[in-house]
């Protein structure tokens, strides 16, 4: 019901887009996206509510950038400035709150080169 897309290899300072299209119970208020590298815990990336309000991981301000289309269901993730910290596995989430527990998407990785 989350269908992630986007990902893949690109050179430090290099950018990104993932999208997220949801369908179903899936769509939420909240949309976003955690993360988790190899032996490192899952951490928040970023969130959108319906209304356009957004939230940031600390990591990531700066340069990256969280965006909605409601008549798509979908979640954008507009990611430049990309340094080899930033690879990991990149999951959509959506949820009635912030935390965005309701649904996950498989995931995208993205995997950035020094």
């Known amino acids: 019901q989350l269908q992630a897309s986007g990902g893949g290899l690109v050179q430090a300072r290099g950018s990104l887009r993932l999208s997220c299209t949801a369908s179903?119970?899936?769509?939420?208020?909240?949309m976003g996206w955690f993360r988790q590298a190899p032996g490192k815990d899952r951490e928040f990336v970023a969130a959108?509510?319906?209304?356009?309000?957004?939230n940031y991981g600390d990591s990531v301000k700066g340069r990256i950038t969280i965006s909605r289309d409601n008549a798509k269901m979908t979640v954008y993730l507009q990611m430049n400035g990309l340094i080899p910290e930033d690879t990991a596995l990149y999951y959509c989430?959506?949820?009635?709150?912030?935390?965005?527990?309701?649904?996950r998407g498989q995931g995208t990785q993205v995997t950035v080169s020094s």
């Open positions: 959108a509510s319906w209304s356009g309000r957004t």
């Open positions: 179903g119970r899936a769509f939420r208020n909240f």
């Open positions: 989430a959506t949820g009635a709150t912030m935390g965005m527990a309701d649904f």
